[in-house]
């Protein structure tokens, strides 16, 4: 039995975690730690996890955490670089869910997270924790880095095209909506539903902290760098991703690229391509750790339209999470992961 830890385990991020490992038959929950809710009762802050959680949250600390075989961090940015290296040097397998080791260039992450980094010299160690491109290297990974919600969509999107050389990378559009679940849980007014009920907008036009990393995963598919415009939006519904990219096709029909995708993604458990003319919806991924595409080219043109739909708090964050660490541990890449999305 592998003992697990968590991080930061208040936030919808960490009762992801929570929910998916308690369903997972070869893992302990040992250690939740919440400096503001340290001695409550798990169970008591969430109820759903009661007969399932039997731990109480506890402030983070190193000795505790060095007692698990491997420690998730669902914090905030700038938290994990503090403790990465200790929980490293013990042995200790770490999974960052926060933006923490991402981004390769320290100069860079500084620039969109506003901090210096605490531990510049362990990114070069972290893998980037996309199995659909990373699946050999998160095997005998000790420390992940988890893509982000908005990086995972798009990416797993765009991935076919680029990876075959079919479309102009210098000329690449994501349109992606998210849940409110995505600011995370915190008393903020913008992220209120009675601010974001019968509303929709955009934000962050000028620039998503996500941006980089979007870009950096796709330049390194293409093998030179890409030029992505990335305009996020929020949407008044609690979990969920949509994200709609744009490219210029440099040739292959739509029955080429449908073929082209079933293909890539036929032995990826938790990428489902649907078939032409479909389309998919938040609420057919919702709870479960699948990505849906779908694909057109309006009118016969030139310009491919690519649709990729994922539950941010799952594949985008905790769920994904988990199946890193199933490869990292040597489990079947679905265990605790096997839920049917909530319909409706």
Known sequence: MIRAG?????????????????????????????????????????????????????????????????????????TAMLMAEQLLARNV??????????????????????????????????????????????????????????????????LPLIENGLVDVKHLIADVKSGVSGAGRKAAVPSLMSETGESFKAYASAGHRHLPEIRQGLSLVAGKSVELTFVPHLVPMIRGIQATLYAQLKRDSVDQLQALYEQRYANEPFVDVLPVGTHPDTRNVRGSNNCQIALVVPQGGDTVVVLSVIDNLVKGAAGQAVQNMNLMLGFNENQGLQTIALYP
């Not at 731990?55 to 007692?67: G, I, M, Q, W, Y």
Request: aromatic content about 8%; some cysteine; hydrophobic content about 40%.
């Open 6 to 78: 968590i991080v930061g385990g208040t936030g919808y991020t960490g009762v992801e975690l929570l929910r998916i490992l308690a369903l997972h038959e070869q893992v302990e929950v040992a250690v939740v730690t919440s400096r503001s809710d340290n001695g409550l009762r798990v169970d008591a802050l969430y109820p759903n996890l009661r007969g399932s959680i039997d731990v109480s949250f506890s402030k983070p600390d190193v000795d505790s955490l060095a007692t698990c075989d491997v420690v998730f961090f669902a914090t905030p940015n700038g």
């Open 93 to 158: 397998k770490v999974i960052d869910l926060s933006a923490d080791f991402r981004i390769k260039d320290a100069t860079e992450w500084s620039t969109w997270y506003g901090m210096e980094h605490a531990c510049p010299d362990l990114i070069a160690d972290a893998i980037y924790g996309l199995p659909e491109i990373n699946r050999v290297q998160i095997v005998d990974a000790n420390l992940i880095a988890c893509p982000g919600c908005y990086p995972t969509a798009v990416q797993l999107g765009f």
